[in-house]
């Protein structure tokens, strides 16, 4: 999959659209849950033979540029977005600054300039409640009308429901807060994951005779409450039951909120490599143990309440 992130200006790029035309999907995406996995389907299928699709997304959330301060954690990190799309099978994603310039174009300009213009899209496919151009008074209805003249098609996509309600990053941040990982993971479409690259930490896993790996994971994504969770963890291919502790390791007067996971089975070292954690059921708060050796007898109950059934 191709990744620009600035809009093309080269004639070679013209020349790319005139004999593949472009259909683009447009939005944040964060998340990536089932709402969005609906318009990158539209996408695919509005997708003629020759044609080359795409998705527009952000570098960050538009509301850290309208409202500061106010912008949402985000549920998933930029390359959890990009492989996403690579993996349902897009062609092309444009990841752009929406930057005051850009919130300040007229729906118009919008549509001209970046959709017809600089993309050189034959269509245009976004979820039935989008809004563009300044003050956000642009919509399915206007971009339909405003292209008819110029044959261009827009897919205005239906709401997914879930339960009833329509399914969107709000709602999945607010259940993701709640500890609600199982509403979490039926919004999602798919199991929520935190991945990061394992890094030293204190040490202490190891000489506890719990070894945990301490991830790195990227500072502003979305985490569950503290606590302490069962989970599954997959390095290299291979899928681990374990647990994961996120807090701050208050017994040992931490301030800086961790993540650390415990796999049982695992004999190794995976420093510098990739682990990812899914699956996770709550097990207890976190809290100050008075003892180490206090600590050692909550964390043999922890590793023997937990049953992994799916291992047995």
């Given amino acids: 999959m191709k990744i620009h ?3 093309p200006t080269e004639e070679s790029y013209r020349q790319e659209r005139a004999r593949h035309p472009l259909v683009v999907a447009i939005g944040v995406f964060d998340g990536y849950h089932r709402g969005h996995q609906a318009i990158v389907r539209a996408l695919l299928r509005t997708r003629r033979a020759g044609e080359r699709s795409a998705v527009l997304t952000f570098l960050e959330h538009p509301t850290a540029t309208l409202r500061p301060g106010e912008e949402p954690p985000p549920i ?3 390359g959890e977005r990009i492989n996403a799309f690579a993996r349902a099978g897009v062609d092309e994603t444009f990841v752009l600054r929406f930057d005051r310039a850009f919130a300040a174009l007229a729906p118009e300009a919008f549509l001209d300039d970046v959709i017809a213009g600089a993309l050189g899209a034959r269509a245009m496919v976004v979820g039935q409640n989008f809004r563009f151009g300044a003050r956000r008074v642009g919509d399915v209805a206007f971009a339909q009308a405003h292209f008819a003249r110029s044959g261009r098609e827009v897919v205005g996509v239906p709401n997914e429901l879930l339960d009833g309600e329509r399914v969107s990053s709000t709602r999945v941040r607010a259940a993701l807060a709640a500890g609600d990982i199982a509403a979490v993971d039926r ?3 798919m199991p ?6 394992v890094v030293f930490g204190a040490g202490r896993g190891h000489d506890l005779g719990y070894p945990t790996a301490n991830l790195h994971v990227a500072p502003d994504k979305m985490l ?17 039951p374990g647990l994961v502790s996120i807090g701050t390791n208050p017994t040992f007067d931490g301030r ?3 993540v650390e996971a415990w796999l049982l089975d695992f004999v190794g070292s995976m420093y510098g490599e990739e682990l990812a954690l899914r699956d996770f059921r709550f097990v207890r708060d976190q809290r100050r143990f008075e003892s180490v050796d206090e600590l050692l007898a909550q964390m043999r109950k922890d ?3 937990v049953s992994f059934p799916s291992f047995v």
């Fill in 5 to 7: 992130y600035t809009l």
């Fill in 76 to 78: 998933s990190t930029l």
């Fill in 187 to 189: 919004l999602l479409g």
């Fill in 192 to 197: 929520y994951v935190v991945r990061g690259s």
């Fill in 224 to 240: 569950p409450p503290d606590g302490v969770y069962a989970i599954t963890g997959r390095h290299d291919g291979r899928d681990y």
């Fill in 256 to 258: 800086e909120r961790t």
């Fill in 303 to 305: 590793a023997a309440a």
